[in-house]
């Protein structure tokens, strides 16, 4: 079957790093979704994994691993402005995206 | 640029009636999506339409329809309404290119069904 794994929820202080993870099973794989979806409002696109390695954007940094089917979303700098749930969506062999129910990123000043 | 729009902002039906929710894109894009969203749970996908004219079923099509005349509006259908279809749901549409395949969302539908 299809399965996402993340945490539910996470706390960080303002201005630290913190790095959220997801492992995923799919059948068949044409990339990784990030993103963010602030309470109440639609999900808004943060990166693409498409091959292993790390993907820089900003304060924003996410990492895949296809043969361990393990991601990671990292970010820098926290601003109480990243409180949000982060998504984690692989893409299935029909190009189709499989999503996981989010993590919910509490940042404290 | 407007990107996607969706109608009503919310609603509140009377089961057992029927209701569409509409969804209009201005970027062009082939496909376009329809999620639920339900508290605890990650997106489900209802329906999918890779381009005008085509449309299939999502990991939750039951009770739900949809058409794609053309390739900015994808509206969804709620025949009779019952109260587990009480959700949020989103509507996006996909691009694609040599660098890039992002799905983008409209603002959402919040629908209770009573």
């Known amino acids: 079957g299809q399965n996402i794994d993340q945490p539910t929820e996470m706390t960080a202080t303002e201005g630290a790093i913190v790095q959220i993870n997801c492992t995923y099973q799919?059948?068949?794989?044409?990339?990784l979704f990030w993103y963010q979806q602030h309470a109440g409002e639609a999900p808004t696109f943060l990166s693409y994994?498409?091959l292993d390695g790390l993907e820089e954007k900003g304060r924003f940094s996410s990492f895949l691993s296809r043969s361990k089917g393990y991601s990671y979303l990292l970010l820098k700098e926290l601003q109480m402005k990243d409180s949000a749930s982060y998504l984690c969506?692989?893409?299935?062999?029909?190009?189709?995206?499989?999503w996981g129910a989010g993590t919910k990123l509490i940042i404290k000043p | 640029t407007a990107g996607i729009t969706q109608a009503p902002t919310s609603q509140i039906l009377a089961a057992g009636r029927s209701m569409t929710l509409r969804c209009t894109q201005d970027?062009?894009?082939?496909?376009m999506y329809w999620y639920r969203q339900d508290l605890g749970l990650g997106l489900r996908l209802i329906h999918y339409?890779?381009?005008?004219?085509?449309?299939g079923k999502g990991e939750v099509p039951d009770g739900y329809s949809v058409s794609r005349a053309n390739t900015d509006d994808f509206p969804l259908t709620l025949a009779s309404a019952v109260p587990s279809q009480t959700s949020v749901y989103f509507c996006?549409?996909?691009?694609?290119?040599?660098?890039?395949?992002?799905?983008?969302f409209g603002p959402g539908t919040r629908l209770t069904v009573l």
């Open positions: 996006a549409s996909r691009e694609t290119s040599a660098h890039t395949d992002t799905q983008y």
């Open positions: 970027m062009r894009h082939n496909a």
């Open positions: 339409s890779n381009t005008a004219g085509t449309t």
């Open positions: 799919t059948s068949g794989f044409n990339g």
């Open positions: 994994n498409v």
């Open positions: 969506a692989p893409m299935d062999s029909n190009y189709q995206l499989i």
